[in-house]
């Protein structure tokens, strides 16, 4: 009579242990940031190659675009100008999302699947911050500083600076040298970019865009994941089990 709920305190146990030696968990865990890691890079790869500079292509109309944009910042262009800091960033949530699954259970499918969302989000952007680097240049016009990210074409003669799209060099404007800071960095590919917009009948926002900001599969990963991470702190807050347990 017994034996039943002997059956059932044993699988809750197993349930707890460590996920670190469990391999469904990893079949969960490393498949989403792969599939995710490598949908991020394959379409900024297939936008920036097919769609031309300053081109708004639709996919759904009259909720998602696609638009190429380089970001010299953070997630949704933010904190710009900070590469290194990103960088150093990227591998500490790259640390700390092992930290986790180290010391998440078995049970919890749905933080796995967050943490491959994670992932994968911090290692497409990073992968752009080290490989993809482009012309930051700053324009100072007018007591104004305009900045554009593409890429500086050679000059022979030294008296303008052409700056063109990046890549290809595509529709490129003329200024003076001295009027141009130019830097060479990372940058992050992005071309997803929401184009719904406030009713006009909305007070104070109408005709505005709900989404202004351009962004990426990694960073749609990121926010996703961290977003999963917060149900799942919410609604289980029980302390995570030593990988050591796994072994027990």
């Given at each position: 009579m017994?034996a ?7 699988h ?19 498949p989403?940031?792969?599939?995710v890691?490598?949908l ?11 769609i ?16 190429r ?5 953070a997630?949704?262009g ?44 911090a290692?497409?952007?990073l992968?752009?911050?080290?490989f993809?680097?482009a012309?930051?240049?700053?324009v ?12 500086v074409?050679p000059?022979?003669?030294?008296k303008y ?28 590919r992005?071309f ?6 406030f ?9 505005y ?5 351009i ?5 749609a ?22 990988p050591?347990t796994?072994?027990?």
């Open positions: 017994d039943p709920a002997v059956n059932v305190l044993t809750r146990q197993a349930d707890d242990r460590s996920a670190l030696g469990h391999l469904p968990s990893h079949l969960i865990f490393w989403v940031a792969m599939a890691l490598g991020d890079l394959w379409s900024k790869s297939a936008v920036f190659s097919h031309e500079p300053d081109k708004t292509v639709s996919i759904v109309p009259g909720i998602l675009d696609f638009r944009s380089l970001n010299d910042g997630v949704f933010s904190f710009t100008g900070y590469v290194g800091v990103f960088v150093f960033a990227s591998l500490i949530a790259l640390g700390f999302v092992f930290y986790l699954f180290a010391h998440s259970r078995r049970r919890h499918h749905g933080l796995h699947i967050a943490l491959g969302l994670v992932l994968a989000g290692l497409g952007n992968y752009d911050r080290a993809i680097v012309d930051v240049v700053d100072r016009v007018n007591g104004e500083t305009e900045r554009i990210i593409g890429k074409l000059e022979t003669d030294g600076v052409k700056i063109g799209a990046w890549p290809e060099g595509a529709k490129p404007r003329t200024f003076t040298p001295d009027v141009v800071t130019i830097r060479h960095q990372g940058v992050v992005d997803l970019k929401f184009s719904f917009r009713p006009s009948w909305s007070p104070m926002f109408a005709g865009d709900v989404w202004p900001w962004f990426n599969v990694a960073d990963a990121l926010v996703c994941g961290v977003g999963i991470l917060l149900l799942h702190t919410w609604f289980d807050r029980r302390e995570p089990v030593s050591t796994a072994a027990e």
